[in-house]
């Protein structure tokens, strides 16, 4: 979900996370962010690096234009990882981003 001054809008986007277990660390990353009423909205884009601890991962994100920045956090599941869900917080001096994430490991 996306509000602003204006109002509010469905935000969806093709998210990634490219994990290093054995550095405990993960990239956490979103293109081809759209709002069903705004649509193509590159700007939203989101980017950070997330620590790896107790089957879970968190750190700090920011949007591809710097406007706002927040916390991410996320747990994996299945077998062997397979699975990671979690959400997503940021804020800027007009909007305010909030959703949630799925991924699945890729072969």
């Not at 093709?14 to 193509?40: H, I, P, Q, S, Y």
């Amino acid at each position: 979900m996306y509000v602003d001054t204006v109002g509010y809008d469905v935000m969806s986007a093709d998210a990634a996370l490219d994990v290093d277990f054995g550095d405990n660390t993960a990239r956490f990353r979103t293109n081809n962010t759209r709002l069903e009423a705004g649509g193509t909205a590159a700007n939203l884009d989101m980017s950070g690096k997330l620590d790896i601890a107790a089957g879970g991962l968190s750190g700090n994100i920011a949007t591809a234009d710097q406007s706002m920045s927040g916390t991410v956090d996320g747990r994996f599941y299945g077998s062997g990882a397979q699975e990671v869900g979690g959400t997503f917080d940021l804020k800027g001096n007009s909007a305010t981003m909030v959703g949630g994430y799925g991924t699945v490991k890729q072969p």
